[in-house]
């Protein structure tokens, strides 16, 4: 059973930065994909960002590509999504998520969410 605790979030000015960290517990497999997820009130939940814990990045959303940085530490079983040029509309509350078959398309371990409050 894996555990994933999300931390990091919290209100900012747009074109303000975060960094959102996803520790995981008690270890993840070396070909896990990690994602990150985020969902705004009214709207579909989407995929921002994929990491296999290998290192080598997957996925960007469209939406975010240029501005959002996926990264992994394996010493630390943690993955960090660091959101910079922050617009109002990235305001959702941010999952983690994690695939240990490393297909990246089912993620069967979720974490609580983090809120990400950008204003205007």
């Known amino acids: 059973q894996v555990q994933l605790v999300e931390s990091g979030g919290g209100s900012v000015q747009a074109g303000g930065s975060l960094r959102l960290s996803c520790a995981a517990s008690?270890?993840?497999?070396?070909?896990?994909?990690m994602g990150w997820f985020r969902q705004a009130p009214g709207k579909e939940r989407e995929g921002v960002a994929n990491?296999?814990?290998?290192?080598?990045?997957?996925y960007y959303a469209a939406s975010v590509k240029g501005r959002f940085t996926i990264s992994q530490d394996n010493a630390k079983n943690t993955v960090y999504l660091q959101m910079n040029s922050l617009k109002p509309e990235d305001t959702a509350m941010y999952y983690c998520a994690a695939d240990l078959g490393g297909s990246c398309s089912v993620f069967g371990y979720w974490g609580q969410g983090t809120q990400v409050t950008v204003s205007s």
């Open positions: 008690p270890y993840t497999y070396n070909n896990a994909c």
């Open positions: 990491i296999y814990f290998g290192g080598e990045t997957t």
